[in-house]
C-alpha cells in the first residue's frame, strides 16, 4: 500500500512521528499513502467528490488519533486501510440515507451503524478540515488535492503545473503546516505574498523560484 521509497516499517515510524505532532512525517505519510487510500475510498464509494472527502476524514483522523497507532497491536498498512475503509462505509451509511436509494452490498457493512454522536463528530471533523483547505489560497489548494486525492507526485505535480520541482515541495510544506495550525486551532502565520520570505526574498528551497 505504500510506495516503492516506503517500508511498512517506515509508515510505522511516520505514525510514531504523527503521534508527537511531527508535520513533516505526515507529509511523508501521505505521499506513501494517500493514493492507496483513496483508491479504497473510491471502490466503495464510487463517487471521486465523496471518495476525496472521505479521505480528507480519513487523514484528519491520522492526525488527531495517531497515538492510537501502537495501542491496536496491528501492522501500520492495516490501520491505516481500516480507518480508511471504515471511515468511506459510514460516508455511504449516511449519503444512502439521505438519497434513500443505492443500497450498500452486505459484504461492506461489517460494523453497526455509528450512534448519532459519533457521527455528529465525524460530521464536524470533515468541516473542519474543508474549513481549513478554505482558508489556503486557491493554487496552494490545488496543489493539496492533487497530491492528496489523486495521487500525483511531486514531479507529476511539477510537470503538469509548470512549476519548479522544488517549489512545488515547498509550497505543499508550507501549505500543510498552515493547515495543521489551522487544525490544531493556532492562529495563522503572517506570511509575506508571492512565497517570499519576510525580507522579501525567495526561500533557498524554492530554487525554480515562484511561478
Request: glycine residues 4%; charged residues 30%.
Amino acid at each position: 500500500m505504500v510506495d516503492g521509497s516506503k517500508s511498512a516499517s517506515d509508515v510505522a515510524e511516520l505514525l510514531r512521528r504523527i503521534a508527537a505532532r511531527d508535520r513533516p512525517a505526515f507529509d511523508a505519510l501521505y505521499q506513501a499513502t494517500a493514493p492507496h487510500l483513496y483508491a479504497i475510498a473510491l471502490r466503495i464509494l464510487k463517487s471521486s467528490v465523496d471518495a476525496e472527502e472521505a479521505v480528507q476524514e480519513t487523514y484528519l483522523k491520522i492526525w488527531t488519533k495517531g497515538h492510537l497507532f501502537e495501542e491496536q497491536g496491528v501492522s501500520a498498512n492495516a490501520w491505516l486501510t481500516s480507518i480508511a475503509r471504515n471511515t468511506a462505509i459510514d460516508k455511504a451509511r449516511r449519503r444512502s440515507r439521505t438519497e434513500r436509494h443505492g443500497e450498500l452490498k452486505d459484504d461492506l457493512l461489517v460494523d453497526d451503524a455509528p450512534d448519532p454522536e459519533a457521527l455528529a463528530a465525524r460530521s464536524s471533523e470533515a468541516a473542519a478540515v474543508r474549513a481549513c483547505l478554505e482558508e489556503l489560497p486557491t493554487d496552494r489548494r490545488a496543489l493539496l488535492r492533487q497530491a492528496f486525492f489523486e495521487g500525483l507526485s511531486y514531479p507529476e505535480i511539477a510537470e503538469r503545473t509548470e512549476t519548479a520541482l522544488s517549489t512545488v515541495k515547498s509550497r505543499i510544506r508550507r501549505s500543510l503546516k498552515v493547515l495543521g495550525r489551522c487544525l490544531d486551532g493556532a492562529p495563522p502565520e503572517k506570511t509575506a505574498p508571492n512565497d517570499a520570505a519576510p525580507d522579501g526574498s525567495i526561500p533557498e528551497d524554492d530554487e525554480g523560484g515562484a511561478s
